[in-house]
């Protein structure tokens, strides 16, 4: 089946540090790929959508500047938080997708700002 | 806009069957997905229904009624390991693909 590796898989670092998150699909080409945030006891909210070779689609409310987003082959996504601050601690989950496939998740990032 | 409701917390018993309803009201509707979210880990795949009808993958069956926007996930022959969260997501069409929006999950404790 579908694979999609995520890592770091945990970060822990001061306030003001940058963060790079990795998504890889490892056994099909991820025509888009989906960074999602989930707070404890709350759902998935979709952050950005990520289609290979062009720039990154935000939703409402999520600053572009802060999450950057590059998506720059078929098997590759990179989310940066900028700047890192404690409200940004949360699980940070990517998805990858085919045409006419559903998404795969990775295994999330759980990144906490001290 | 999309909207999803499901219920917040379910409780049954082990070998029994329970059913998580699901609805919805969305535009650009393409199909519904069920994911299986364990705590602490990123959910993972269970069914997707694009058509009207009853999609069955071994104990886990998925019913859509686009008409209606109403989804069910029945789960048969409970195990104490299905204890997990339970998330609908409707795909829709928006930013030149196709994304999904979450509903809040439906806590599910499996009991002995």
């Known amino acids: 089946g579908a694979v999609v590796s995520q890592h770091p898989s945990r970060v822990i670092c001061k306030s003001g540090t940058s963060v790079k998150i990795e998504c890889r699909s490892l056994?099909?080409?991820?025509?888009?790929m989906f960074w999602y945030r989930q707070f404890p006891k709350q759902s998935l909210m979709l952050m950005a959508t990520s289609n290979e070779g062009s720039k990154a689609t935000y939703e409402q409310g999520v600053e572009k500047d802060k999450f950057l987003i590059n998506h720059a082959s078929l098997t590759l996504s990179t989310l940066t938080v900028t700047s890192a601050h404690p409200e940004d601690s949360s699980f940070y989950i990517c998805?990858?997708?085919?045409?006419?496939?559903?998404?795969?998740f990775g295994d999330g990032t759980r990144l906490s700002i001290l | 806009g999309q909207n999803i409701d499901q219920p917040t917390e379910m409780t049954a018993t082990e070998g029994a069957i329970v059913q998580i309803n699901c609805t919805y009201q969305t535009s650009g509707f393409n199909g519904l997905f069920w994911y299986q979210q364990h705590a602490g880990e990123a959910p993972t795949f269970l069914s997707y229904n694009v058509l009207d009808g009853l999609e069955e993958k071994g104990r886990f069956s998925s019913f859509l009624s686009r008409s209606k926007g109403y989804s069910y996930l029945l789960l048969k022959e409970l195990q104490m390991k299905d204890s997990a969260s339970y998330l609908c997501a409707v795909e829709y069409s928006g930013a030149g693909s196709y994304q999904l929006t979450f509903g809040k999950g439906t806590k599910l404790s499996v009991i002995p």
């Open positions: 056994d099909f080409q991820a025509t888009t």
């Open positions: 998805s990858a997708r085919d045409i006419d496939q559903p998404q795969h």
